[in-house]
């Protein structure tokens, strides 16, 4: 089974989508199985990450900030905006796709892991995420 799951994004930062997903995995009524989750952009991903503190959001969000600036003078890329190029580097050192196991029709995650959409733009945006869940 596949859904597209349509994603409002505000801008920046990681955007729990843990219980979309967990409700494609209930629908499609698995005991056992895989769940593949992954994002149609270039300038978005997907991490697994903890749900419990807030702090630890924000400090990865500051640390990948940092890491992939704006406005490097090395970036030829620009063509919608300074921020641009550096979502497509954050993009490419995260995942567009994640694998998590089905267990008694679950999703396997651990006790402080939830899925995360990883805006990488400014501007928010509709994000298309694709879930299949198949045995």
Known sequence: MVRQLAVRTR??????????VANVV????LGEG???VFVRHTSASLVIQENAD???????ERWLNRLVPEGDPFYEHDTEGPDDM???IKAALTATS?????????L??????GIYLWEHRRRGSEREVLVHAGA
């Open 34 to 36: 895989l769940c593949t």
């Open 86 to 88: 550096p979502a497509h």
């Open 54 to 60: 807030p702090t630890a959001k924000s400090d990865l």
């Open 26 to 29: 209930r629908e499609a009524g």
């Open 11 to 20: 801008g920046q930062g990681l955007q729990d989508i843990t219980s979309q």
């Open 108 to 113: 396997g995650l651990g006790t402080w892991q």
């Open 98 to 106: 994640l694998s998590i196991p089905i267990i008694e029709g679950r």
